[in-house]
């Protein structure tokens, strides 16, 4: 069963940086889109950033200037790179693979890792 795997997450304090990555089992890594997503308490979760098979990144206009999706065919592992976090950001991240891409926005598979825990606070 395909099962991406997320880690990286901790506790950061407001300005800081943490870099999450997602390791996936398998060859399928290389032809896939990824997304990265977060799910704040009491709240739905939200399309952080996306990158295609071919390295086309988006982003959620929150994050933009801030955040980076880089993948590495190589190592089967997508990375998000998170500058100057806020506390509202304070979330868990999820790690979603083989998405579609329709009129330039990410849409989610049916394959979700187990998620990370991004805590900022002071």
């Known amino acids: 069963q395909v099962q991406p795997v997320e880690s990286g997450g901790g506790l950061v304090q407001p300005g800081g940086s943490l870099r999450l990555s997602c390791a996936v089992s398998?060859?399928?890594?290389?032809?896939?889109?990824m997304g990265w997503y977060r799910q704040a308490p009491g709240k739905e979760r939200e399309l952080v950033a996306a990158i295609t098979s071919g390295g086309s990144t988006n982003y959620a206009d929150s994050v933009k200037g801030r955040f980076t999706v880089s993948r590495d065919n190589a190592k089967n592992t997508v990375y998000l790179q998170m500058n100057n976090l806020k506390p509202e950001e304070t979330a868990v991240y999820y790690c979603n693979l083989g998405g579609t891409y329709f009129s330039g926005r990410y849409y989610h598979s049916r394959y979700w890792g187990q998620g990370t825990q991004v805590t900022v606070s002071s």
């Open positions: 398998g060859s399928i890594f290389s032809f896939n889109a």
